[in-house]
């Protein structure tokens, strides 16, 4: 189960130099394996609203909420605490550390093109680098895909 973070799915989404990545990642996994937080679907919305590409929003939405099978899920704002910890703990921006608290909840593994997220553990990164850390694997997309 791995929680794509803002950045994978835009990378797709806009079509930009990883694409292709992205594209068989999403090809290889089934949807009700994906997750994405809310506040991560809200930034997608707000970038491509920025960038007058609401068509390509509702292509998203219908695509893997309507259509597929993908899973938002969220942290309540009472436990914004363990959102603050993994701040201090990690020194995360509020956005990562949001990632963060809800792949530790869902028991996920974080999807990302973020660095940020390396040295924290519990993901697996697409950035054709691979290391270990304490909870699973950082490894190269293409890994990734012939795993599952």
Same mark, same amino acid.
């Given at each position: 189960? @791995?929680?794509?973070? *803002?950045? !994978?799915? +835009?990378?797709?989404?806009?079509? $930009?130099?990883?694409?292709?990545? !992205? ?5 290889? /996994?089934? *949807?009700? *394996?994906? =997750?994405? $937080?809310?506040?991560? =679907?809200? *930034?997608?919305?707000? &970038? ?11 292509? =998203?939405?219908?695509?893997?909420? &309507?259509?597929?099978?993908?899973? +938002?899920?969220?942290? /309540? ?5 363990? &959102? ?13 550390? @949001?990632? @963060? ?6 028991? +996920? ?19 054709? $680098? ?17 795993? !599952?």
């Amino acid at each position: 189960m @791995y929680l794509l973070d *803002s950045n !994978v799915w +835009l990378e797709r989404l806009l079509n $930009t130099e990883r694409a292709d990545e !992205v594209r068989r990642f999403l090809n290889t /996994i089934p *949807s009700d *394996s994906m =997750f994405i $937080t809310d506040l991560s =679907f809200h *930034s997608i919305g707000i &970038i491509l609203d920025k960038l007058n590409k609401r068509d390509l929003l509702l292509k =998203f939405v219908h695509d893997m909420f &309507i259509y597929g099978a993908v899973n +938002l899920v969220q942290i /309540i704002p009472m436990n914004t605490n363990i &959102i603050v910890n993994f701040i201090e703990q990690y020194k995360l921006d509020f956005d990562d550390a @949001y990632q @963060y608290a809800a792949a530790e909840k869902y028991n +996920l593994e974080i999807v990302s093109f973020d660095t940020d997220f390396v040295p924290k553990g519990c993901l697996w990164q697409l950035n054709g $680098t691979r290391k270990k850390n304490s909870r699973a694997g950082i490894k190269p997309i293409a890994t990734l895909i012939e795993r !599952v």
